[in-house]
């Protein structure tokens, strides 16, 4: 019997709850403003930027030694290149805005030092004070200083501005860097990669849709209440 009215009495919470939030029009404003929540762009890493580059090979398929290669459009206004020399491997970005694409580091000033994210770290500004878009400064390997290892699920964070950084959209590159102390056999590979269509709205490393998809609000309101009006339909 105390189950019984405690079940009840959940139920009861719940559909008060559901009605107090849609009388305060929380429900019609998520409606109104679905089309503006966060959406995540994936990046096709076998066919990216408008030169329809393919960098999923190891390294991401530059002999050591050769030309660079370079990524026109990697993102909105911002081109991507990618090194693989001797002492001289990663990324480098540059935007066509002036802002620059930033790799979010580990530390300051020069020398290899970007920030392993682990999957599901959250990629925003505030989770890193340091940011670049010099090459010297998100390299794994650049004359005598190399980063650790970057095993699997580790991703870098980059974030680019479309119009001279006055917003910024973030994203991430799951990437592979292993060190082997020689130049000839150290590789890195890129695996995924994507940012969010917001400005200024942090992404969860590894993710492909947004944490809260368009209209997720109004139904997480109506997965609270919807339960107990359709149990309470029931007993009706």
């Not at 102390?181 to 695996?191: D, H, I, K, M, V």
């Amino acid at each position: 019997m105390n189950a019984t009215v405690s079940g009840a009495s959940t139920r009861a919470s719940n559909a008060t709850r559901l009605a107090g939030y849609l009388a305060a029009g929380v429900g019609s404003t998520m409606l109104a403003t679905s089309h503006a929540e966060a959406a995540i762009q994936t990046i096709d890493l076998t066919n990216c930027g408008t030169n329809n580059q393919n960098i999923t090979g190891v390294s991401a398929g530059i002999s050591l030694g050769g030309a660079k290669k370079t990524v026109l459009g990697f993102v909105p206004g911002g081109n991507l290149d990618i090194y693989f020399s001797s002492g001289d491997m990663g990324l480098d970005a540059d935007n066509a805005t002036g802002a620059g694409n930033l790799f979010q580091l580990a530390t300051g000033g020069s020398g290899t030092s970007p920030t392993n994210f682990a999957t599901g770290s959250t990629i925003i500004a505030a989770n890193a004070a340091n940011w670049s878009s010099s090459a010297g400064e998100t390299e794994f390997w650049i004359g005598a200083n190399q980063s650790p290892d970057f095993g699997a699920g580790s991703f870098m964070g980059f974030r680019f501005s479309t119009n001279s950084g006055t917003d910024w959209n973030y994203g991430y590159i799951e990437v592979l860097w292993t060190y082997t102390g020689t130049a000839s056999t150290s590789t890195f590979q890129f695996l995924s990669a994507a940012y969010e269509t917001t400005a200024n709205t942090g992404i969860l490393a590894g993710a492909t849709t947004a944490a809260v998809p368009a209209g997720g609000g109004l139904m997480a309101l109506m997965a609270l209440g919807g339960g107990a009006f359709r149990r309470r339909g029931r007993v009706a």
